[in-house]
């Protein structure tokens, strides 16, 4: 890993962390922080006023995000897929 790019990640970190946020995603590629909340509104956007299982109701929440390129994430994927490119150039 090069000295530009363990400082770049260890300045997101920082950041990252002086933010506090209860989640991490992967927003187009770059990891951000999301309030607890984020992801509330996308899950009960399929809610309906008629029962149905958690089950489809999530998965169907997943399919959109899935489509938005939107993920959560743990903190240390973007920093391995990056790791794991610059190995393989």
Do not use: Y
Request: glycine content about 2%; overall charge negative.
């Amino acid at each position: 890993m090069s000295l530009v790019l363990r400082n770049q990640c260890r300045d997101l970190w920082r950041r990252l962390r002086d933010e506090n946020a209860p989640l991490r995603i992967l927003r187009e590629g770059t990891l951000a922080s999301a309030p607890i909340l984020f992801f509330d509104s996308i899950v009960m956007s399929h809610a309906t006023p008629e029962w149905q299982k958690a089950a489809f109701v999530i998965g169907k929440a997943l399919v959109d995000i899935w489509d938005s390129a939107l993920h959560q994430t743990d903190d240390l994927e973007p920093f391995w897929i990056e790791i794991t490119h610059n190995l393989r150039d």
